[in-house]
């Protein structure tokens, strides 16, 4: 949810749209500098979180940040702007952020997990995080990106070696990966290769996304619920599977609205999943 106008004012419009929980940015993702969180902003927005009946707030890092550069002015950059926007996420009673590895671009994917992990482990000695955990997200795969096998997350998760740390799902990015979780063996394989690879149990957020690209593209791009590659079916399994139900769940579609319905694609795509979840329906969706 946009927090334009305030940080406060994401919750309320989550709740207007029927979400349960809910991810922001804590500043704009596509500039390095922010201003610093008031105790205003801060206090303004834990109590939006209670008033609006929000659970497991969490956030997602600037897309300028490459914790895996070999680039030493860039990667200390990344580094410090993780702690600062860490540190917000702390000040803001935030539960999770969200970052993607990384890419190696010219070094090799060894030398960029191992920037990777130092990253992390520095990062972790500077904030000393008591409430928000950092959550790496698998990745598509784009070009030279890191984390888009479960090997890479099993061993960064390994050698970061911190509680601190864990994993954010995200479906699309799974499916443009090449993991083909769309059949009911195909989400087992899924499921026991996380497991297999000690990543599942650190799974600690999902976002829900289907995709525009086929299994395997290699391409980020994502697509309302039940109208990309994925499809409502494999949704329907994934949703009701004992592995991932209990997760908080994101969605990170396009901010559309619906020419047909005229309601706002958030709307549509939160009663598609909670139908297909066998939830009830929203009051904002009847």
């Known amino acids: 949810m946009s927090i334009a106008g305030g940080l406060h004012l994401a919750a309320e419009r989550a709740q207007a749209a029927g979400c349960d929980c809910l991810q922001v940015f804590t500043k704009n993702a596509n500039q390095w500098q922010c201003k610093p969180l008031s105790d205003r902003d801060c206090a303004q927005f834990i109590q939006s979180i209670d008033d609006n009946q929000l659970a497991e707030p969490i956030a997602h890092s600037s897309y300028l940040l490459n914790c895996a550069s070999p680039d030493d002015e860039l990667w200390e950059k990344s580094l410090d702007a993780l702690v600062v926007e860490w540190q917000r996420c702390e000040q803001l009673h935030i539960a999770g952020l969200v970052m993607h590895p990384g890419a190696h671009t010219t070094s090799t994917p060894e030398e960029g997990l191992e920037r990777i992990a130092r990253a992390v482990q520095t990062a972790i000695e500077r904030v000393q995080p008591k409430c928000c955990r950092l959550l790496l997200e698998n990745t598509a795969g784009q070009g030279s990106c890191l984390g888009w096998q479960i ?77 990309g590659h994925i499809g409502e079916g494999a949704f329907r399994r994934f949703l009701r599977s004992s592995s991932f139900k209990g997760l908080p769940m994101y969605l990170e579609t396009p901010k559309e609205t619906d020419p047909e319905s005229g309601l706002e694609w958030d709307v549509k795509n939160l009663a598609t999943l909670r139908r297909l979840a066998g939830l009830r329906p929203h009051a904002s969706s009847r």
């Open 151 to 227: 090997e890479q997350l099993s061993w960064l998760l390994a050698e970061i070696d911190s509680p601190q740390v864990g994993i954010c799902w995200d479906t699309c990015h799974a499916l443009a990966a090449g993991y083909d979780f769309r059949t009911a063996k195909g989400l087992k394989e899924l499921t026991q290769q996380l497991d297999q690879y000690a990543v599942l149990d650190r799974i600690a957020a999902i976002h829900v996304n289907d995709s525009k690209k086929d299994c395997g593209s290699r391409v980020d791009r994502h697509e309302h619920i039940g109208l």
